[in-house]
């Protein structure tokens, strides 16, 4: 079974710090994708990021970065110098294969306060 | 970039009234479209999966008398609930999946719509 577990279920900090998001999968498959989506207020998913079970490399793009790591299966989301704009419901996601549907933590609601 | 485009936004109907929300990749062909419900502060749930020119497969618990979905083309598809009530306000929100996206290398193998939030009263 697939599952994606995100212990934070809702952070607040103040403008300009960093934080981190956490997110711990469970598969069988030896290949699988992850990926990060922002939902704000308005509903729609904004896609953030896709990682291959193959590659471990960690990626920064702007204040993003994502750290995979394999052997904990976790897949953390660390933004820097957070603004306000940053306030959003986060989802890390799974999936198994190209044809196949996502299987969405539960979530992690961010607040950043001016 | 695809683009899926999923219509109303928005609707606020009386309870017993069925409403129809459409799915449509604007450009690219979609084999696969999945529906997902999220009720208020609670993640994405996969409702079913529908596939072009044959019937929609369900998640357990979900009622397919209930949620009608309707893959006629290629880039259309239809979910319908039927006599719906105050417990099936929900946001819905449907995906396409480019059958190319695999091999084409593309980031995204699916594209959201932007949802519709469904009030039922």
Known sequence: AQKVTQAQTEISVVEKEDVTLDCVYETRDTTYYLFWY???PSGELVFLIRRN???EQNEISGRYSWNFQKS???FNFTITASQVVD???YFCALLRRYGQNFVFGPGTRLSVLP | GAVVSQHPSWVICKSGTSVKIECRSLDFQATTMFWYRQFPKQSLML???SNEG???TYEQGVEKDKFLINHASLTLSTLTVTSAHPEDSSFYICSARNRDSQFQGLNQPQHFG???RLSIL
Do not use: E, L, N, Y
């Open chain 1, 87 to 89: 306030s959003a419901v």
């Open chain 2, 54 to 56: 044959s019937k929609a």
């Open chain 1, 38 to 40: 922002k939902q704000p």
């Open chain 2, 114 to 116: 932007d949802g519709t």
């Open chain 1, 53 to 55: 079970s193959f590659d």
């Open chain 1, 72 to 74: 904990t299966s976790s």
């Open chain 2, 47 to 49: 409702m079913a999966t």
